[in-house]
């Protein structure tokens, strides 16, 4: 008996320069056709710009997932079956694609509004990102507690048992930055994001984002989506609105995510998209068989 597979789906932090020039040559006719439809043809150009290019969150968002979707491309002309998908952050809209919910074109437009009001809401309220490595989990609650007197300070990304995401006003993120070895935390990471992304800070974006939703069709789901904010698999369509404008405020529940796919009988991963960041922390903590398209 084959073992059963789930496609996962990055999230920011995958991008890199000229990402796209690992897909096929059909695929990357694919990508630029989908932009060039949709008028983005000035993300193509991003992509081969410079690193910094790509940092706007209303441009990495269509990158990487324009370049996730060009490798979900490849693995559909193969014919290579899978049995359910899940997405972190913004990798949740592959995801959707990949059960047939969303089409190519509306989960890119997605994703360019998405990032357009989470960059609006980033310039006009600030707010930043901080990875911690290395830690006892009450620590996490105990140095946001803290941090909060400072201004909102919050999880926003739920990565694996020992790399956890916080997010929150800068004064609150810069008090986290020079205090966390006295929580016994062993290492704390500012993200190169532009603002405090899966927080409180994000609460325009979130009601803006789901009139847009609201104006969707959401076709039946052919295979099960794991969704971010509770890590379980998504009942019907008729919630999507609500529950991806709800993930833009809420943590993403990855260890959630993942626990529910291996209880759910799940053995081997596909990372669909730039970069193995998905793999390389599920080969830490979990037995899953993973692989990534881009890489190994």
């Not at 000229?18 to 193509?44: A, G, P, W, Y």
């Not at 310039?123 to 946001?144: D, K, N, Q, T, W």
């Not at 994001?193 to 927080?199: K, N, R």
């Amino acid at each position: 008996m084959s073992k059963k597979t789930v496609l996962l789906f990055p999230g920011q932090g995958s991008q890199y320069l000229n990402m796209h020039l690992k897909l096929s040559e059909k695929s990357q006719e694919f990508v630029r056709k989908i932009l060039e439809d949709l008028n983005l043809t000035n993300i193509l150009k991003l992509m081969s710009t410079s690193e910094e290019s790509l940092l706007p969150t209303n441009v990495s968002q269509v990158a990487i997932l324009v370049t996730s979707l060009g490798f979900l491309k490849d693995l559909s002309d193969r014919g290579f079956n899978f049995e359910a998908s899940a997405g972190h952050s913004l990798g949740e809209y592959g995801a959707l694609v990949a059960a047939d919910v969303l089409s190519f074109k509306d989960a890119l437009r997605c994703v360019y509004i998405r990032g357009h009001l989470m960059g609006e809401c980033a310039a006009r309220y600030g707010g930043s990102m901080v990875a911690l490595l290395g830690f006892e989990r009450e620590m996490i609650e105990h140095i946001c507690k803290e941090a909060s007197r400072f201004g909102i300070c919050v999880v926003a990304n739920e990565n694996s048992t020992q790399q956890i995401v916080i997010s929150g006003e800068n004064d609150a993120i810069g008090w986290v930055l020079e205090n966390y070895k006295k929580f016994n935390i062993k290492k704390a990471i500012k993200l190169k994001v532009e603002g405090a992304f899966h927080s409180p800070l994000m609460e325009d974006a979130a009601k803006e984002f789901k009139k847009f939703l609201e104006s969707l069709e959401f076709k039946d789901f052919k295979v099960p989506v794991y969704k971010n904010i509770d890590g379980l698999p998504y009942k019907d369509t008729k919630c999507i609105p609500d529950i991806l404008s709800k993930q833009i405020i809420s943590p993403v529940k990855w260890i959630d995510t993942i626990e529910n796919i291996i209880r759910d009988g799940y053995e081997n991963c596909v990372e669909v998209g730039p970069k193995n960041i998905l793999t390389t922390m599920l080969r830490r903590w979990t037995k899953l068989e993973c692989s990534a398209l881009d890489g190994e």
